[in-house]
């Protein structure tokens, strides 16, 4: 039986074709996907239970290499966004929890769970699976420094890739040989499409 799929595992193959095509080296050093069943497995310990398009997503790429020699060459423009592994997510969820009591309350939301990061900026796109349903996943966009924002940026991961996309055939970003580039931008884009 084949896996369920909604509009985004399109478009993110259009999205790496894009990449590819403006010399981007993002295809060279992401992971491959994994199965529905290795995705259980992984979340099987948190009880989370997951969109289908998070699995798409985690089935299109599951991480991604880095070094100190190309250390933009994993990211993914617009927005200069670095995948994470569930393991990575599950961690940074449990870091934000552990973290997010202090003097202003607790803050956190057990239920967001971050899948793109950008880790120089400390900005991470997350769902909220309380918020989510059982196929679209509501995004949020978290600057982990900060009270998450109370509205979400999104009600779909593919939203957000067609919002990237847009920008991409725009050319208000490029990659210039070491890392996503802004240009001008022909009209008003969200932060999160931002490099």
Do not use: K, N
Request: hydrophobic fraction near 40%; include cysteine; charge should be negative.
């Amino acid at each position: 039986m084949a896996p369920t799929t909604t509009r985004l595992t399109p478009l993110l193959h259009e999205l790496e074709g894009h990449m590819d095509a403006v010399g981007a080296p993002f295809s060279s050093r992401a992971l491959p996907g994994i199965s529905d069943a290795q995705i259980d497995e992984l979340l099987a310990p948190s009880g989370l239970v997951i969109p289908t398009e998070l699995r798409e997503w985690w089935r299109w790429h599951h991480g991604s290499r880095t070094d100190a020699v190309t250390p933009f060459a994993h990211q993914f423009g617009p927005g200069s966004w670095g995948l994470m592994t569930i393991p990575d997510a599950l961690d940074d969820a449990a870091q934000w929890v552990s973290d997010a009591t202090g003097d202003e309350g607790d803050w956190s939301s057990p239920s967001w769970l971050p899948f793109a990061e950008r880790s120089s900026h400390h900005h991470r796109l997350v769902a909220r699976l309380d918020e989510s349903g059982p196929d679209l996943v509501c995004v949020g966009h978290w600057y982990v420094f900060d009270a998450p924002p109370v509205a979400p940026i999104a009600h779909s991961i593919a939203d957000i890739v067609e919002t990237w996309l847009t920008v991409l055939q725009q050319g208000s970003v490029h990659w210039d040989g070491d890392a996503w580039i802004t240009r001008d931008y022909r009209a008003p884009i969200p932060l999160y499409a931002q490099s």
